[in-house]
């Protein structure tokens, strides 16, 4: 059975950091593109970076929205990937999903392209 677990969301003041992580567990964690996507409420579910699965030197890329503030990371030696936040702001209030696709070594944008995903960890940017 596959599991995504998301940790390490929180209360943060604007302009703070925190770094969420998400360890699978249940399938093989190579060859598998991993994203984060957010929803806030009332709002749709939103890309906010993705990174790919590669033999050297994955590959990622971000919304622009949270492009030079936050980074996607992973260590696949511990089936597990991150996205520290910097610099955070009001607006990156939302629920925050992992999400993982099925073997491919391609980067993806889109929640329809992702087959597994977590439960979402809250974090909240206060002004």
């Known amino acids: 059975q596959v599991q995504l677990v998301e940790s390490g969301g929180g209360l943060v003041q604007a302009g703070g950091s925190l770094r969420l992580s998400c360890t699978a567990s249940?399938?093989?964690?190579?060859?598998?593109?991993m994203g984060w996507f957010r929803q806030a409420p009332g709002k749709e579910r939103e890309f906010v970076a993705t990174?790919?699965?590669?033999?050297?030197?994955?590959?990622?890329y971000y919304a622009d929205s949270v492009k030079g503030r936050f980074t996607i990371s992973r260590d696949n030696a511990k089936n597990t990937v991150y996205l520290q936040m910097n610099s955070l702001k009001p607006e990156d209030t939302a629920v925050y999903y992992c999400?993982?696709?099925?073997?491919?070594?391609?980067?993806?944008?889109?929640?329809?392209?992702?087959?597994?995903w977590g439960q979402g960890t809250q974090v909240t940017v206060s002004s």
């Open positions: 249940g399938w093989t964690f190579t060859r598998r593109t």
């Open positions: 990174i790919n699965f590669s033999w050297s030197v994955s590959n990622s």
């Open positions: 999400a993982g696709t099925r073997p491919t070594y391609n980067p993806y944008y889109a929640a329809s392209d992702y087959d597994y």
